[in-house]
């Protein structure tokens, strides 16, 4: 991956996070610009791998058991442009330059678009394009 300065040719970098039982770790997607938190994803060891030497991202998918490539159905694909890991070693972070501007499959710019007010959530972003649309099927 050209933004990345990780040595793909060995795997020990990956040694360095603290899986969960399952053999995930938590992942947030932040705008690589703005800093806004986009979503939060499960990564397994081969969906970190795979994004670091695509330079795209690509998460664990709990309900359906299987790799996922951010916007492989709805095209809004991120390029990463850096990996990070926490003191903890139990999330990593990726910033990213977000396809289309929507990373929620709400049709969001962010699936942190509810706010609490007053004991009640409330959407505080609006749709930017209908999921039906995004998400034909065909």
Not at 73 to 94: A, N, P, Y
Request: with cysteine; aromatic share 8%.
């Amino acid at each position: 991956m050209k933004d990345l300065s990780v040595n793909l040719g060995t795997l020990d970098w990956l040694e360095a996070i603290r899986w969960t039982a399952d053999g995930l770790v938590p992942a947030i997607a932040q705008d690589a610009v703005t800093g806004d938190i986009l979503m939060m994803a499960w990564m397994n060891r081969e969906s970190l791998r795979l994004t670091a030497e695509e330079g795209q991202a690509v998460y664990w998918s709990r309900s359906r058991g299987k790799l996922w490539r951010k916007g492989e159905t709805s095209g809004h694909q991120q390029v990463v442009k850096d990996i990070r890991l926490d003191c903890d070693e139990d999330v990593i972070l990726l910033k990213v330059e977000q396809k289309g501007g929507i990373a929620c499959h709400t049709g969001r710019r962010s699936c942190f678009y509810r706010s609490l007010k007053d004991g009640q959530w409330a959407s505080i972003e609006p749709v930017i394009k209908d999921p039906d649309a995004i998400y034909r099927k065909n």
